[in-house]
């Protein structure tokens, strides 16, 4: 949805949740996600269920917020970087 907001010249983020579990060996995300795209999404067995650990997603949901926060408070809104394909769109929207 972010790139949705960047053609209309809106900064946004945009999270990747990734796949490293803390106390897991590294390939371990990668099999886990693997197997819930193959056999769950998108499908009727794409469902939450008791034993997700959605302690990840807790600390990211911290982030973001903090990240919002600041962006919120701040005396400049965030920007483009110059020569970025979105800074026009942007630019003329805040003329008018």
Known sequence: DHFNFAK???????PD?????VGKPPEYGKQ?????????YHKPQDEVTSDWDLSGAR????VFLAVGYRV???DKFPGWKPGNEFRAKRE???KK
């Open 8 to 14: 209309e010249g809106v900064p946004a983020l945009d």
């Open 17 to 21: 949740e990734g796949t490293d579990f």
């Open 32 to 40: 886990v996600r693997d197997d819930y795209t193959e056999h769950r």
């Open 59 to 62: 600390d990211d949901l911290r």
């Open 72 to 74: 919120a408070q701040a």
């Open 92 to 94: 003329a929207m805040l």
